[in-house]
């Protein structure tokens, strides 16, 4: 029976050392599913590009967002007159390899396109159009 101990004590160390809190799981196959967490904008004569960080979790910060593996799209942002943070809910689907559909629940159930400028297991910028 103690041989069977020690190997097994072994293998749930290296299990624990090898878990690193801060690892999460990336979809290989379609890198926008995940949370992403705002850094910066860059304006330009025409448009504003926003650049996201992945992240393990939805953020509590301002501008963050996530797109679910089940088309379930939250934005995290601020709204009406004071401003009051709040988590806007919806829908999302890729048209194609760049250009994503935003189907907004609330305030006035707006549909707007982002089309992605860059997207990795670590980043994502993108960009607004409205029509």
């Not at 101990?5 to 290296?14: E, N, R, T």
Request: hydrophobic share 40%; aromatic share 16%; charged share 20%.
């Amino acid at each position: 029976m103690k041989h069977l101990l020690i190997p097994l004590f072994v293998l749930m160390i290296a299990l624990f050392f090898s878990c690193n809190e801060d690892d999460f799981i990336v979809d290989k196959d379609n890198f926008l599913i995940g949370n992403w967490e705002f850094q910066k904008s860059t304006e330009s004569y025409d448009r504003t590009t926003y650049q996201m960080k992945r992240t393990k979790n939805f953020s509590e910060r301002g501008g963050s967002i996530h797109l679910g593996n089940d088309s379930l799209y939250q934005y995290r942002g601020s709204w009406g007159f004071g401003m009051q943070p709040m988590i806007f809910e919806g829908t999302w689907s890729s048209i194609n390899d760049t250009l994503i559909k935003i189907n907004l629940l609330v305030p006035d159930n707006e549909v707007f396109k982002l089309v992605v400028n860059v997207i990795n297991k670590d980043e994502l910028h993108y960009y607004y159009i409205y029509n």
